[in-house]
């Protein structure tokens, strides 16, 4: 089965400074991935995704791009604030079948 | 949240009574899954369903059973409930389209 592998698991850095989250998926069939943000008390809340035919994706200051060759995906928020605050999970899984997720990154921004 | 709800939203009972969990859902969605969470181990799939009687296990299904009987409902039981089940758990509907899961605000389950 696919085996999802995360990296910082703690990551701190300056408001203002980018953030960059890295995974590794272990399937070369995967073709979705998601990204997360969890608050404090909440549950997961879906930020942005990325499909297999695309290399890049943005929406506003986040980010996602997709090495499908070296089988990575990060996720890259730039000009951070504050509310970015939170813990941010990836995911991965192949057309319509069950999502595998990694272990999650907990993002702090310093003021 | 996708119209999603889940219920008790907490909840502490003892070691070997059977506890049930609630996830509602407002908007006809087939897939519906049971995650739970815990600390170095980020969401674990426990059992999923993909319409009205019809489930499946998920990676960590022992000790939990499921039911469908209606598709806005899907319950989560513990038959005899285990410290080791001490967890926050998350229901989440797949859109038909997309792959895309959403989550459910969770419930934190304490087995004492």
């Known amino acids: 089965g696919e085996n999802v592998e995360q990296h910082p698991s703690t990551l701190s850095v300056q408001e203002g400074d980018s953030a960059v989250i890295k995974c590794t998926y272990s399937d070369s069939a995967s073709n979705y991935f998601p990204w997360y943000k969890q608050e404090l008390g909440k549950g997961p809340q879906l930020i942005i995704d990325?499909?297999?035919?695309?290399g890049e994706k943005k929406d506003q200051r986040i980010a996602v791009t997709l090495n499908k060759t070296a089988k990575h995906f990060s996720l890259h928020i730039t000009e951070t604030q504050p509310e970015d605050s939170a813990v941010y999970f990836c995911a991965a899984s192949r057309r319509n079948e069950k999502l595998t997720f990694g272990t999650g990154t907990r993002l702090t921004i310093i003021p | 949240d996708a119209g999603i709800t889940q219920s008790p939203r907490h909840k502490v009972t003892e070691t070997g009574t059977p506890v049930t969990l609630r996830c509602h859902q407002t908007e006809n969605h087939r897939y519906m899954y049971w995650y739970r969470q815990d600390p170095g181990h980020g969401l674990r799939l426990i059992h999923y369903?993909?319409?009205?009687?019809?489930?499946d296990k998920g990676e960590v299904s022992d000790g939990y059973s499921v039911s469908r009987s209606k598709t806005e409902d899907f319950l989560l039981t513990l038959e005899s409930a285990t410290s080791s089940q001490t967890s926050v758990y998350f229901c989440?509907?797949?859109?038909?389209?997309?792959?895309?899961?959403?989550f459910g605000p969770g419930t934190r389950l304490t087995v004492l």
């Open positions: 989440a509907i797949k859109t038909d389209d997309y792959n895309e899961q959403f």
């Open positions: 990325i499909r297999s035919n695309v």
């Open positions: 369903s993909y319409g009205v009687k019809d489930t």
